[in-house]
């Protein structure tokens, strides 16, 4: 009798101490004492007992406008996590019926809050140069039951990034239409030029931002939606955190983006120099090529369709036996899954040694397994 499947965040979490984690994008190179001093300040004042200020800490609130380039008087929600700000938002504004031009692959979580609304997604496949929605495509999908446009940029999970042309060209698509454009920018600080959507549809743009991957602080789960104020209204009548978002998180939130411009740039440089080395060595792998390099964020996608490996065998071979968590690509792309790993990257270069080590191994490992005898 087989056993339950196998549960690779499980495992993972379980052997976190022994584990490179490359699987979700999360970032390892903060420098640890910005969040640990801030941490321990506010452990020493005790302020975990008493509610925080529900709408943020001002100092919080304004930093993050700051961060954005949006003035102090725009709307904003904070919230725990980007994830749930993406859900308030589309149970706000979505009605049964309505549709949302999206992508395949894309970051699909959304994907399912829409559909929770009774709307849909209408999925362009991108899984092709330019490896990403462009203005004309968009233009020829809007019908009359479009009411919003999914702009992910850099888009989860091939990295792409959109030049500021096109991004100003799908904004102005979404103003002449009169539709709401969801510009998802959690991985903006990676990008080389990165262009905020709200600075050519204003009042059509809800910007979903988030201090997970910028500023290392995933597992303390805190984003939000940047939108005018009009708009983050209506957005606020779906939050529930009306006693505010964990305050060791904003505290730990403010000490990162106070100082970020100091040790940012060092952080981008190093994923630069990760992704090329994890280039140099997928291109040793017979059949192994990257679909987009350079990536604009802290991941790619690895196609492995040639070697003839799974993306789900070669995420439990590389985990189980050298304790490297990439992804499987089905988590990402109901169309493409099957063709790619994910690899984050923005890791310290002793967990991109391990996936240099044993990226070939375990593709060679697996086609040996799968060869006839």
């Known amino acids: 009798m087989s056993g339950p499947p196998f549960d690779a965040f499980r495992y993972a979490h379980e052997h976190r101490r022994e584990v490179a984690w490359l699987s979700q994008n999360t970032n390892h190179l903060l420098p640890p004492e910005i969040v640990r001093d801030a941490l321990a300040g506010a452990v020493a004042e005790r302020r975990y007992e008493g509610y925080p200020y529900a709408p943020g800490t001002p100092e919080l609130r304004a930093l993050i406008l700051e961060d954005l380039g949006f003035p102090p008087e725009y709307g904003l929600i904070v919230s725990?996590?980007?994830?749930?700000?993406?859900y308030m938002l589309t149970r706000a504004l979505l009605q049964?019926?309505?549709e949302v031009i999206a992508s395949d692959p894309s970051y699909l979580i959304i994907h399912r809050f829409i559909e929770l609304c009774g709307a849909r997604t209408r999925n362009l496949d991108i899984y092709q140069p330019p490896y990403r929605l462009t203005a004309d495509r968009?233009?020829?999908?809007?019908n009359p039951k479009t009411r919003m446009?999914?702009?992910i940029d850099p888009l989860n999970p091939l990295g792409s990034g959109y030049p500021k042309e096109e991004v100003r060209a799908i904004a102005e698509l979404a103003h002449d239409h009169h539709l709401l454009l969801l510009n998802d920018v959690t991985y903006r600080d990676f990008a080389d030029a990165p262009t905020l959507a709200a600075e050519f549809a204003p009042e059509e743009t809800l910007t979903v931002w988030s201090v997970s991957k910028n500023c290392g602080l995933a597992g303390l789960r805190l984003g939000g939606v940047a939108a005018p104020p009009a708009l983050a209204q209506k957005v606020g009548r779906f939050n529930t955190n009306d006693l505010g978002v964990?305050?060791?998180a904003q505290v730990a939130a403010t000490a990162a983006l106070a100082s970020k411009p100091r040790w940012f740039p060092a952080i981008k440089r190093q994923t630069r120099e990760n992704q090329t080395r994890i280039r140099e060595v997928v291109a040793r792998v017979p059949g192994a090529f990257l679909p987009v390099f350079p990536s604009q964020a802290n991941m790619f996608a690895i196609d492995v369709t040639k070697t003839e490996v799974s993306p789900e065998a070669l995420q439990k071979e590389m985990l189980l036996r050298h304790g490297v968590f990439v992804r499987a690509g089905n988590y990402l792309s109901p169309k493409f899954g099957g063709r790619f790993v994910r690899?984050?990257?923005?890791?310290p270069p002793e967990d991109i040694d391990r996936f240099v080590a044993s990226f070939p191994l375990s593709v060679d490992a697996l086609r040996v397994r799968a060869a006839p005898a």
């Open 80 to 86: 725990a996590g980007g994830t749930e700000a993406l």
């Open 96 to 98: 049964p019926g309505d």
């Open 138 to 142: 968009v233009q020829a999908e809007i």
């Open 149 to 151: 446009i999914l702009l």
């Open 246 to 248: 964990n305050i060791l």
């Open 343 to 347: 690899a984050s990257f923005s890791n």
